[in-house]
């Protein structure tokens, strides 16, 4: 019984690892995402961190159409960033956790 529990111990402690190794790599992934014309550009990591910003000249000009264009485009990466963390970060648990019957915290 003890061996099972220490087992499982184990196998959390190795999920963990997995998880905290997967998150920094998701700092290496990065989302472009862009506006339907081109006229901005932002980068950001799986992890959402802003990474970059660009603005083309005539936004500028226009203030309220450039902060549509923030939310609409930083939006977009930003739900492209969760999915891709989640379903990493999802994955890399569910590879280290124990097979504990009657408990599938994955479906």
Known sequence: MFGDLMGMMGKLKEAQQKVEETKKRLDTVLIDEQSND???????????????????DELLEDKEQLEDYLVLVMNKAIARATAINEAELAAAAQD????????????
Do not use: C, E, Q, W
């Open 38 to 56: 081109g006229l901005l550009k932002v980068t950001l990591t799986a992890n959402r961190v802003l990474k970059s910003v660009a603005v083309a």
């Open 96 to 107: 280290g956790m124990p097979d504990i019957p009657g408990m599938d915290l994955f479906k």
